[in-house]
């Protein structure tokens, strides 16, 4: 997935994006992969969680590229730089945590620090439709997302249609729910290990995390309602009328 970012960014591109931002950077482990694939760019992650910007740091100021990485703790709808800071911005699986159904102001923050031009890549699930879930399912969904501690899951059209109401024109969505059934089958292995691992070294219950892995994959199989996408999108040159 890490490689698939790169190439959307352009890595092998004659002038790759030379400011980029990574929106909910957790441990940092896609900035490492993509410091070392976009050499002559510098990547500022952002992050909520004070604990996991603690180990992505550690990480970074192991690795030769701490002098072209950034890490930034802030909520990514309100991101303390200045406007038009960045040429290219990608999120993997943290879009999804942005307030409300289109995620519109997790997009505003992003069309605020893109230069006209500049593209983002967003990796996400999302829901496949508007019309409501049927009842089980539904259920089962406000459960996984209330483990997951998300509000709400966007709808891929809905999302779209906010990106290019913000000004984001060249709006590509790619289905790749299939690609990451492997990622999937790997689920009822990490469950185990964890269990494993609680039961033998007497660590800390995963009870939340385990429950969200599996109410996932419960959902996984609904493909006419849920997905994972790749969307890409550049933002306009053209400056929005209020
Ligand atoms: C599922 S994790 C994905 C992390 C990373 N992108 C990855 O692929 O490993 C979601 C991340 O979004 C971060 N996050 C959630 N809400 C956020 C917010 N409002 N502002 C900044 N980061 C946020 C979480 O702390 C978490 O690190």
């Not at 406000?142 to 709808?155: D, G, I, P």
């Not at 609904?222 to 040159?237: A, E, L, Q």
């Amino acid at each position: 997935m890490n490689q698939e970012v790169a190439n959307l960014l352009g890595h092998k591109q004659e002038n790759p994006p030379k400011e980029i931002l990574e929106i909910g950077c957790g441990y940092g482990a896609t900035m490492l992969q993509l410091l070392e694939l976009l050499p002559t760019s510098t990547i500022t992650g952002v992050n909520l969680s004070a604990e996991q910007l603690t180990i992505a740091e550690q990480k970074i100021a192991a690795s030769r590229h701490a002098q072209r990485a950034h890490l930034q703790q802030a909520n990514f709808q309100a991101i303390p730089f200045q406007a038009d800071s960045f040429d290219a911005a990608y999120t993997l699986e943290s879009a999804c945590y942005g307030d409300g159904e289109t995620k519109a102001k997790f997009i505003s923050e992003a069309a605020r620090l893109l230069q006209p031009g500049g593209k983002l890549v967003v990796i996400d699930g999302f829901k496949k439709h508007s019309h409501s879930l049927p009842g089980w399912i539904d259920r089962i969904q406000r459960r996984c997302l209330t483990a997951w501690e998300m509000t709400s899951l966007a709808n891929i059209d809905g999302f779209t249609a906010e990106l290019k109401s913000q000004g984001f024109t060249k709006v590509a969505v790619k289905d790749i729910s299939w690609n990451i059934l492997p990622t999937l089958i790997f689920i009822p292995i990490v469950v185990l290990k964890l269990l494993a691992a609680q039961l033998v070294q007497k660590e800390e219950t995963r009870r939340q995390y385990i429950q969200a892995l599996l109410l996932t994959l419960l959902l996984s199989p609904f493909k006419r309602h849920f997905g994972y996408f790749v969307v890409t999108c550049t933002k306009s040159n053209v400056e929005l009328e209020n």
